[in-house]
């Protein structure tokens, strides 16, 4: 199984980004996508998962309201869009696939390799 993360870069702060998390090398239908985000003062900290399906989400509640998750289900993919960014959005940003529903990093067996968000002030 292989996860490709894209999508990240610079943006001003109240700015947007959209994630993508590709998978391949496997059936995802029954998967959770997880995205996790590795911060200058957190070495990994939890985002927000959907199902595969998209019928299941849950967020973090420091970006809770901003971030909203989506899945293709079909092209085994799941996009993360970001609203309304600030500059402790920063960070490194992963994809991991698991095969339940779950917050916790080590539940999820498939990383992706991630992507740079930096959000200006």
């Known amino acids: 199984v292989q996860l490709q993360a894209s999508g990240g870069g610079l943006v001003r702060a109240g700015g947007s980004l959209r994630l993508s998390c590709a998978a391949s090398?496997?059936?995802?239908?029954?998967?959770?996508f997880g995205w996790f985000r590795q911060t200058p003062v957190v070495e990994r900290e939890f985002v927000a998962y959907i199902s595969a399906s998209g019928g299941s989400t849950y967020y973090a509640d420091s970006v809770k309201g901003r971030f909203t998750a989506s899945s293709d289900n079909a092209k085994g993919t799941a996009y993360l869009q970001m609203n309304s960014l600030k500059p402790e959005d920063t960070g490194v940003y992963y994809c991991?696939?698991?095969?339940?529903?779950?917050?916790?990093?080590?539940?999820?067996?498939?990383w992706g390799q991630g992507t740079q968000v930096t959000v200006s002030s």
């Open positions: 090398g496997g059936t995802f239908s029954g998967s959770t």
């Open positions: 991991a696939v698991g095969s339940v529903l779950s917050a916790v990093d080590r539940v999820y067996r498939y």
